[in-house]
């Protein structure tokens, strides 16, 4: 199932906050710190490492970091038959030179773009037929 041609094709709501992508070595506990975010937080552990996104303000300053992110939040539920979901909003931003950071729930998409880039992203998702709510 592909995503309906009619616009908006896709909502997306700015989440409050600055966010931090974290690179701590893979076989890292997870430290308390980066279950404490209350809007989102993600713990990815692969082979290769431990990644945390969470609120920058909650990262000590010893941890390997990239702050300034800020998030769109796609709503959902999105029905897991949906195709191109995640190229309907990386093509417009990546035609207008801003780069992304993505994660995915059970539930939705979630899209970072850094702090500066915040409406060159809004106004580019919406001139490819996005509603996007930035309060």
Not at 72 to 82: Q, V
Not at 114 to 128: G, I, S
Request: charged letters at 25%; one cysteine or more.
């Amino acid at each position: 199932m592909r995503l309906p041609t009619d616009t908006p094709h896709l909502k997306l709501h700015l989440l409050k906050g600055r966010f931090a992508i974290c690179r701590l070595d893979a076989h890292e506990k997870t430290p308390s710190w980066a279950r404490r975010g209350a809007e989102f937080t993600s713990i990815t552990r692969t082979a290769d490492e431990l990644s945390v996104v969470c609120d920058e303000g909650l990262v000590p300053k010893r941890v390997k970091r990239e702050s300034g992110w800020r998030m769109f939040k796609i709503e959902g539920p999105l029905d897991f038959a949906l195709t191109g979901i995640l190229a309907a909003v990386a093509k417009p931003l990546a035609d207008t030179g801003v780069s992304i950071f993505v994660m995915s729930t059970y539930d939705t998409d979630y899209l970072m773009v850094r702090e500066e880039n915040v409406e060159k992203a809004a106004c580019a998702l919406q001139a490819a037929g996005h509603a996007v709510e930035c309060s």
